[in-house]
């Protein structure tokens, strides 16, 4: 019985994969000022990771800033984002 019920044309021999590895999002597009969206990306990432930290540890700091400054961060780099687009 192949895969077709899971939307694969044909059954996944012995050391093969179905999924084959992409891109990763943003990795080849640019700003028009000539920012890599995928570091925008990542950095937006790291920053609302830190927000969640510190919202759960309310004395905290990440990387030596408090929540305000990281939810700026967020928000400046959703700014960037959006305008690239």
Do not use: F
Not at 9 to 14: F, S
Not at 26 to 50: H, Y
């Amino acid at each position: 019985m192949g895969c077709a019920g899971l939307g694969v044309g044909r059954a996944v021999r012995k050391g093969e994969t179905r999924l084959r590895p992409g891109p990763r999002l943003g990795a080849a597009l640019t700003s028009p000022e000539g920012e890599n969206m995928g570091e925008l990306i990542a950095q937006l990432d790291a920053a609302k990771v830190n927000v969640r930290w510190l919202l759960d540890h309310e004395s905290g700091l990440a990387d030596m800033h408090g929540l305000k400054y990281w939810a700026g961060e967020v928000e400046r780099l959703r700014d960037r984002i959006r305008e690239a687009l």
